[in-house]
């Protein structure tokens, strides 16, 4: 019997991940088959060569090579590789689109290629949340959300920031709403169109779909040119589109200019109307007159005044505010030119008295509010001259939260003006 | 000589005469039932809470007749958004003169803007339907319109006038509506104690230009958000008379006249509504008759 060896000729690598194979050969100085088989963190055989299979990220795979003689030659002395099993690496598939805000939230998918969960985290708080798998826009900007997996015995941890979009479709009709005037019964064609513009303010580009006329007298308005149906407004563009009164009857009619758009939060709707109460009528076309202004053309430093002053008009409540300006130093014609640069003011006074006023139209009476408010002047180094200013806000405008409007002084008072609208009142504040 | 400045204010308010064309046409103005507001913008509300109530007032202007109210409802692209609250039309009668309230509450339930109509049927022939407006959002524009009334601006009028001259008078108006019309109008003075201009019918109105068109238009001074305003030109030549109305010749010492500015915006030159009288601004170079300021004076002196 004869002595024989193995010589290995495609070793084990020290190290392979797991799932990975090598291969692995060897022959016998007997020219007989060298029988291969392995343990440990991996799987695979053969004779002569083999492809060995890592099961596992951990342990130590070994490789045995074996030639077990026959007849002629006795066994070989058996050969062994080992091989450090290895985790491995893992990658994570995160596809994301540009969303809208306003948008439902939505469930984030990723997936990895380990198979294994994928987890996901926010990046951006102040743009959109996460919870769970769950992703909730909050604000225009970019959203980045991390997908992690964490990995396990046979894989690295691996992660991904995936970043989306998220835009605004700012869609604006206007005007919001159309008081038509009175055109002939069932002459359509005569009718004097109204133009509407429809804007698209936010950052996206937004579709509109086919614009309509809904409500209740639908029938009595009609289409001009249209503009707008089926247009893709970009950024900032807008289109427009016609609407004609066309009645077919006496009476009060109303109906909804309808916009539709892939915009998730709104429908966009115009009112179109031919009716107004008298009150309302009133209200719209004329606005509130500063009325029985008692504010000395003098005030001395540090004496207090009580300033009082009416708003006639016919809405049902206003808030007034009486604002300061020092014009010392300031430029010819700047002095209470912006309310910004103001030094005292009321703030938004609510009437201390309401009585009928002594307008009336279309037998609406108007009413006179009347206003109070004590002021100080201050202290000043030298005579100062001080402009004056009020503003007021109707009830409707109060309650929306509108800031209050510069208001028109009238002409005849026994006092000087600062500019040709007559919106600023020129005083002396007197030093002692 | 001044007139008495003493004037009931309510007769310097006076408006300017309807002209009616003629033909068959829609309108809504006399109708029985009308509804105030015809529409309210809301509040930033929150989510899922309620804004404050908004009362929505039918009266039934019809002088003889009773009106039967049905059912007020909401309808529209956002109706959910919107209650109905403390309904007093609910399947009323009203009285000749009579009114009735519904509330409306805002109660979003999601972002965005939110539209819906106010209906309340009637057996009102020419309105079975009255339909108001709630929403909660409203174009800049829109908004500019309803709360910037237009401003008289850059006029130009001549302290002293003389008989028998003519002389270009300018001045403009600067809103926020696409269109305007304006009629300076004149009264003669001249032994009126009081009261002078106080009203456009006045057998004292010596001239008027009528409701001129703008002679032209100009990017104006303010800005509302992001809408401009505009700047409408108006000119008028005016000759003065040679004598009074009546022939009688003009006072040797000169006499005062009245000056008042009118205007009506595009809305409603389309409605054939009627002009209002304009405030004129605080600094001027001429002199004021009235305290509410829309009455100037300038003298005519041979």
Known sequence: MRNQTISVTQHAPATAAYNTTFTVSATASSSLAVAITSS????????????????SGTGTCTVRYNQAGNTNYTPAPDVTDATTAQKAAQTISFPLTDKVLGSPSFTASATASSGLTVSFSERTPTVCSVSGNTVTL?????????????????????????????????????????????????????SQPVAFTVKNSGTFSCTLGTLAIGGPDAGQFSFGTNGCTGQTLTSGSSCTVQVKFCPTSVGSKGANLLIPSNDPQTPLTAFLYNHESRAEEARRRLPPVLYSLNVPEEMIEGQQYTLTWSLLGYDESYQSNIVFFNCT?????????????????????????????????????????????????????????????????????????????SLLIPGRLSNTYYDSEGRRLVKIIKNQ | MKPNLATPLCLLFVLYAWITPSGAQSSAQDMDLAVDPVIRVFPVTALNTDSAEVRFRITNHNASESRALGVPSLDGPNADQFLLVNDSCNGASLLPNQ?????????????????????????????????????????????????????LTALNLPTTMVPGQSYSLTWSLEGYHSDYSSNMVLFDCTSIAADCGASYGDATRLAESGNLECDSVAPGSWQFGDVDDQRFNYVWTFTVPATRLGGDPWPAGGTDIVVRFYCKDDVDQSRNGRSVSLMVPGKLAGSYYDTTGRRIVTQIKP
């Open chain 1, 138 to 190: 909050l604000a225009a900007g970019t959203c980045t959300v991390r997908a992690s997996q964490g990995g396990n015995p046979n894989y690295n941890p691996a992660q991904l920031d995936g970043s989306f979009a998220v835009g605004t479709i700012q869609l604006s009709v206007s005007p919001s709403n159309w008081l038509f005037g009175v055109e002939q019964l069932g002459d359509c064609a005569s």
């Open chain 1, 40 to 55: 440990g963190s991996c799987t695979g055989s053969g004779s002569g060569s083999a492809t060995i299979t890592m099961t």
């Open chain 1, 329 to 405: 130093g300031m430029p010819a014609g700047t002095c209470g030119a912006a309310y910004g640069t103001h030094f005292h003011e009321s703030g938004d006074l609510n009437p201390q008295d309401s009585e009928p006023g002594e307008w009336t139209y279309s037998g609406v009476r108007s009413t006179k509010f009347d206003f109070s408010y004590a002021f100080t002047a201050p202290a000043v180094t030298a005579d100062t001259t001080i402009v004056i200013r009020f503003y007021s806000t109707d009830q409707a405008d109060i309650e929306a939260g509108r800031a209050s409007l």
């Open chain 2, 99 to 151: 009114s009735c309230t519904v509330g409306v509450k805002f109660h979003p339930t999601s972002q965005g803007s939110k539209a819906a109509n106010l209906l309340f049927a009637s057996d009102d022939t020419e309105t079975p339907t009255l339909t108001a407006f709630v929403t909660n959002s409203e174009a800049t524009a829109s908004e500019a319109t309803r709360r910037i009334p237009p401003v």
